[in-house]
Nanobody, 115 residues
Framework: QVQLVESGGGLVQPGGSLRLSCTASGDIFSIYVMGWFRQAPGKQRELVAAVNNLGFNEYSDSMKGRFNISKDNAKNMVSLQMSSLKPEDTALYLC?????????WGQGTQVTVSS
C-alpha cells in the first residue's frame, strides 16, 4: 500500500504562483509515474502534469509554459510549481502515483485563484 500526502495549496491572486508537493510512503517501487490531476466543481478530472522515475514528463496543453513538475526520487516526492495562475486553475489538485499496475491517490489540496 502507498500513502500520498499533498501540501502547498491555498488562495492566490491571478498571476500569482504556488508550489504543490506530494510525498509518497509505504510500499514504494523504483519504477513509477507520479503526478497531479485536478478537478473543479462540475467538471471532469483532468491531468495536470506527470513525471516518471526516469524524468520524462508530460503536461496538459493548457498548463505548458506555466507549470513545471519535478521529482526527488530520494524523498519519494514530486513538486508542481505553478505560475501565472488564472481563475480557471481553481480546483482540487490530487496527487497520484502509478506503480506495478496499481494507482494511488492523495486526498487533494485546494487551489483557489481569485482577487
Amino acid at each position: 500500500q502507498v500513502q500520498l500526502v499533498e501540501s502547498g495549496g491555498g488562495l492566490v491572486q491571478p498571476g500569482g504562483s504556488l508550489r504543490l508537493s506530494c510525498t509518497a510512503s509505504g510500499d514504494i517501487f523504483s519504477i513509477y509515474v507520479m503526478g497531479w490531476f485536478r478537478q473543479a466543481p462540475g467538471k471532469q478530472r483532468e491531468l495536470v502534469a506527470a513525471v516518471n522515475n526516469l524524468g520524462f514528463n508530460e503536461y496538459s496543453d493548457s498548463m505548458k509554459g506555466r507549470f513545471n513538475i519535478s521529482k526527488d526520487n530520494a524523498k519519494n516526492m514530486v513538486s508542481l510549481q505553478m505560475s501565472s495562475l488564472k481563475p480557471e486553475d481553481t480546483a482540487l489538485y490530487l496527487c497520484y502515483r502509478r506503480q506495478a499496475s496499481q494507482e494511488y491517490w492523495g486526498q487533494g489540496t485546494q487551489v483557489t485563484v481569485s482577487s
